[in-house]
């Protein structure tokens, strides 16, 4: 069965830092391509940040870039995000989730259940 | 454009077939995959590539594009599948992802 636990979520102050962990099993992640989605209140889905399998290629939102860091340590099954100089409009629920596909074709096939963000002004 | 488009609410009768639309440039260079969402839940993949579900996902969920736009076929619309639908793609450049602002599929 395939999963995806993410943890770290909590209530910080703006400014502050927060490093969210996804931690995943059934399925080959050291071969997965994984990705950081959010979803503010209300809001739609919010692409984050990507780091493909091995960590070569790492790409950023333009609201984030320059502030959080996505990583990954494939002996451990997990993904990171650590997340600095904390806005209020960065509150929301933080997904991991895989990125499969290639060329013209590219979806996320697994999620994790999220964890949540606040940021307090 | 970097964006993709998509009407914020679509409703449809119990038993009738709804279309979901998406527009984008990037559409023209990759495919895209769509979502639903229920309240409180994460996103489920239901259709990706030129018409592909997931394993668990109903074959009323069907897929279709053509230029600029994608779009999502619900036939035979069932209660639960009440929900808001996202669709996804690459931007042009290929390094960047897109979501699109989300339809609110409402059963009446």
């Known amino acids: 069965e395939v999963q995806l636990v993410e943890s770290g979520g909590d209530l910080v102050k703006a400014g502050g830092s927060l490093r969210l962990s996804c931690a995943t099993s059934g399925f080959t992640f050291r071969n997965s391509s994984m990705d950081w989605v959010r979803q503010a209140p209300g809001k739609g889905l919010e692409w984050v940040a990507s780091?493909?399998?091995?960590?070569?290629?790492?790409f950023y939102a333009d609201s984030v870039k320059g502030r959080f860091t996505i990583s990954r340590d494939n002996a451990k099954n997990s993904l990171y995000l650590q997340m600095n100089s904390l806005r209020a409009d960065d509150t929301a629920v933080y997904y991991c989730?895989?990125?499969?596909?290639?060329?013209?074709?590219?979806?996320?096939?697994?999620w994790g259940q999220g964890t949540l963000v606040t940021v307090s002004s | 454009s970097s964006e993709l488009t998509q009407d914020p609410v679509v409703s449809v009768a119990l038993g009738q077939t709804v279309r979901i639309t998406c527009q984008g440039d990037s559409l023209r260079t990759f495919y895209a995959s769509w979502y639903h969402q229920k309240p409180g839940q994460a996103p489920v993949l239901v259709i990706y590539?030129?018409?592909n579900r997931p394993s668990g996902i109903p074959d009323r969920f069907s897929g279709s594009s053509a230029g600029n736009t994608a779009s999502l076929t619900i036939t035979g619309v069932q209660a639960e599948d009440e929900a808001d639908y996202y669709c996804n793609s690459r931007d042009r450049s290929g390094n960047h992802v897109l979501f699109g602002g989300g339809t609110k599929l409402t059963v009446l």
């Open positions: 590539g030129k018409n």
């Open positions: 780091i493909t399998s091995s960590g070569s290629y790492i």
């Open positions: 989730a895989r990125y499969n596909g290639g060329v013209d074709l590219w979806y996320f096939d697994y």
